[in-house]
């Protein structure tokens, strides 16, 4: 029986790829932090939580990571683990490199002393491209990150990469471009969007308060793409893919397809609001994975409009539950309101209201 290791195994996409591997027989080790609120609501609404094996680790703490292959002698590494909110990298910009970036060498470093021959998955970011003016993306494309978070994730790619040629190790790097479900957080635009959309529809909430409408995502399905991320590490020689479905979209157009779904139209409802616009944007993004295709015999099959209903459909699914007093597995009514939230990037967007204003 093989066995996987997952960093991030409460996440989104540690959720989905735990059930793919487990559905293949692997045994599944994750690593979980110690928070003072359990976080397994994805694991659970899944139907996997109990099948997963837990080890507390902390991506910052060198001896936990080791601790965790030593405990799991796992056969396949993945490290989905990250500060994954481009946003919230702004205004923690430091722990942010180190759990996102630095930690990455941690972890390569214990799997070099524990055993090289471990097959090592890093979680690359399609948000490492930035703002390149390249029309599409691929895997030779130049890297212009705009973000500390993109900064960080550049930093793991390329140290994922110097372990590969250096010590003749096999890791990998999928570049993923955006991927969304009904499991994805919801500080994310896809969930913000579809979980709003629930709740107006269902006369919950009166608007949805947004940044930035004009940038364009290339957004896929996380199920999907966790199945090209078990592929990569089944390959021959360990090699980096691009996975992303091909097609941009902008965030408005996402909003109009969602309310839509409902029967609404987006321009009643959607407002703007600077606090969620970010200090520095990548405005466009769009991947070419024809070599995911080529070489892992992957593509997606969902489309974008198939997507953006899935979203909504299982947000208002949800709140219909919780209206009528069911209790599930479930993230929305946890979540503090977004806009009460003090951040730095708020106060910014005050002082430069209040300049304007003089
Ligand atoms: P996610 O839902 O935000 O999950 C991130 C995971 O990392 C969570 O399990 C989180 O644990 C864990 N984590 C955070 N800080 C940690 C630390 N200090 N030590 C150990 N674990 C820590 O993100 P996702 O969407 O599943 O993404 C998975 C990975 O792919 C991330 O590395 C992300 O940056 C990358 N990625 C995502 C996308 C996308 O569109 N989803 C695209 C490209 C790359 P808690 O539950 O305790 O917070
Ligand atoms: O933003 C715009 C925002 O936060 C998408 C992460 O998984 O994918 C994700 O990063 C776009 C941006 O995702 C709001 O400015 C407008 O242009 O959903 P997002 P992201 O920043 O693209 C990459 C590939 C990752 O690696 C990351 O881990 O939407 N936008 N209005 C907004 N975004 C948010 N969050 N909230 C808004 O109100």
Redesign the pocket.
């Known amino acids: 029986m093989k066995k996987a290791l997952i960093?991030?195994?409460?996440?989104?996409?540690?959720a989905y790829l735990s059930r793919i591997l487990l559905k293949k027989g692997y045994k599944v080790f994750g690593?979980?932090?110690r928070?003072s609120t359990p976080?397994f609501w994805r694991l659970q609404s899944l139907g996997i939580y109990s099948k997963i094996n837990l080890i507390p680790?902390?991506?910052?703490d060198m001896g936990s990571l080791l601790d965790a292959i030593r405990v799991s002698d796992p056969d396949e590494v993945y490290?989905?683990?990250?500060?994954?909110?481009v946003s919230s990298s702004f205004e923690q910009s430091v722990s942010n490199a180190e759990?996102?970036g630095l930690?990455v060498t941690k972890f390569l470093e214990s799997i070099r002393s524990y055993n090289s021959n471990i097959k090592f998955y890093q979680?690359?970011?399609?948000?490492m491209y930035g703002n390149n003016n390249f029309s599409v993306q691929s895997e030779k494309t130049p890297f212009m990150p705009a973000s500390p978070?993109a900064v960080s994730?550049l930093y793991a790619h390329w140290i994922t990469d110097v372990y590969r040629k250096s010590y003749k190790m096999f890791t990998v790097s999928g570049i993923?471009?955006?991927?969304?479900s009904p499991l994805?957080?919801m500080e994310?635009v896809s969930r913000k969007i579809s979980n709003g959309v629930a709740e107006i529809s269902l006369g919950l909430k009166k608007e949805l308060v947004l940044g930035n409408l004009k940038s364009k995502r290339d957004w896929g399905y996380?199920k999907e793409y966790m199945e090209a991320v078990h592929l990569m590490l089944q390959q021959d020689k360990p090699e980096d893919f691009v996975i992303s479905t091909g097609e941009a979209y902008s965030v408005s157009h996402f909003a109009k397809l969602a309310f839509e779904t409902v029967g609404l139209n987006w321009k009643k409802y959607v407002k703007t609001d600077r606090r969620f616009m970010r200090p520095s944007e990548v405005n466009y993004l769009c991947g070419d994975s024809k070599k995911a295709k080529t070489k892992l015999g992957w593509e997606p099959k969902i489309s974008f409009e198939e997507l953006v209903r899935m979203l909504v459909n299982e947000d208002v699914k949800r709140w219909k539950m919780f209206i009528d007093g069911k209790s599930f597995a479930w993230d929305a009514p946890l979540y503090p309101d977004e806009a009460k939230l003090i951040t730095r990037s708020h106060q910014d967007s005050n002082s430069k209201r209040k300049k304007s204003e003089k």
Not at 7 to 14: E, F, H, I, P, Y
Not at 123 to 127: D, F, Q, T
């Open positions: 960093t991030g195994v409460t996440g989104q996409d540690g690593t979980f932090r928070v976080n680790a902390d991506l910052l490290n989905l683990g990250a500060s994954s909110f759990i996102t930690a979680a690359s970011s399609s948000e978070y994730k993923l471009f955006n991927h969304e994805r957080g994310f996380a």
